[in-house]
């Protein structure tokens, strides 16, 4: 049932036989030691953390593969990303829309810009009862050129831009105009009223509430 604890779908899944190779995935941000990230990893957890940039996305990409190719069981991906580059969030969509385990998303502290696309494409989505949400204008990474090539960037972006707007109104059932008015003007939205929106299914609340 929305909006209620349920430790046997959100908590953490049982140890799954991994490959021996444990990547170093920049998507965990810095202060996580070694031994945490191999931990995660055991457990079929993938960090997404700080801005979402081209390096973040090429490890949290690689471990989601790796994790995809080790077996069928669910992968967790938790959340605490504010924004970031709208062509590094649609690499990770398209590695998402290729994995073969389920994917369920989890935002454990915040989701903004771009990342509200990344988690449009898990097939579960929930978030702690603290999480924020900011529907924001995904930015375009930084492009330095000739006027055609700038010009040229941002038609792609804008194009881009569509992909991800036309998502987030399929996945939450809200009118495309309203999700790119929510998107220009800025808006900001906690753990329930994400829910009510559709950007997540689940608030996760202290257990016996």
Do not use: C
């Amino acid at each position: 049932m929305e909006g209620r604890h349920d430790p046997n779908r959100w908590g953490f899944p049982p140890p799954h036989p991994q490959p021996e190779w444990q990547p170093h995935m920049p998507g965990n941000g810095p202060g996580l030691p070694g031994w945490l990230e191999e931990r995660l990893f055991d457990q079929r957890i993938v960090m997404l953390r700080g801005q979402l940039t081209a390096e973040t996305a090429t490890g949290v990409m690689a471990a989601l593969l790796t994790l995809d190719s080790a077996g069928p069981d669910p992968i967790h991906l938790h959340v605490a990303s504010p924004a970031g580059d709208l062509s590094a969030a649609l690499s990770v969509i398209d590695v998402i829309d290729a994995l073969t385990a389920p994917l369920h998303a989890l935002v454990t502290s915040e989701a903004g810009g771009a990342v509200l696309a990344v988690l449009a494409a898990a097939d579960q989505r929930a978030a702690y009862r603290h999480a924020r949400f900011k529907l924001a204008e995904p930015r375009a990474a930084g492009v330095t050129g000739t006027a055609d090539e700038v010009a040229a960037a941002a038609g792609q972006h804008l194009r881009e831009l569509e992909e991800a707007v036309v998502r987030l109104a399929e996945v939450t059932g809200q009118p495309r105009s309203r999700v790119e008015d929510d998107l220009s003007s800025g808006r900001s939205l906690s753990a329930a009223e994400a829910l009510d929106y559709g950007l997540i299914g689940e608030v996760i609340t202290p257990k016996g509430r």
